[in-house]
């Protein structure tokens, strides 16, 4: 055998390991290829019915948002009543609802003194400020407000 021989008999021997290994490397390409094919068919398939469900709960929300857009509207609506209800009670009734409080404290002030004997006034006794009651000062001593050994509040000694 000579050199040559020696050199071609090594280069189909090397041809022959690199034909094997790209077979071997093609095929678990193919397979490789063939899961992918399996796996993107079953995804489409499980993807199909999960694109309606969430179509219909699209749908769906968008149905309650309608609703409550609705039911909003609604509530500014009674709101805006209730609120010139409210500003129409107040200027009908309000005024005069003062008056009759005035006119009755004024009636319970009137029953009252005359209860304690003291004359009721009148437009004259109006002008004039109210006679203040009598009261004794005692100088560093703090006197309790309410009835002190007998005697009432305001009257003198």
Known sequence: ??????????????WAILVSFLAVALARLAQTLRATTK???????QAV??????STAVRSAQTQ????????????EVTSNASALSTTVASTF??????????????RRAVSE???GAPARTDSARTEPAKAPDRTVI??????GT???????????
């Open 39 to 45: 796996l993107v068919a079953d995804v489409t398939d």
């Open 94 to 107: 309000g005024g005069p609802l003062v008056k009759v409080a005035a006119f009755g404290y004024g009636v």
């Open 114 to 116: 005359r209860r304690e």
């Open 139 to 144: 100088v560093g001593r703090t006197v309790p």
């Open 49 to 54: 019915p999960l694109l309606a469900d969430a």
């Open 65 to 76: 948002i309608e609703r409550v857009d609705a039911i909003a509207s609604d509530v500014q």
């Open 147 to 157: 009835r002190r050994a007998g005697r009432t509040r305001g009257k003198k000694d």
């Open 1 to 14: 055998m000579s050199g040559g021989e020696v050199a071609g008999i090594l280069v189909a021997v090397f």
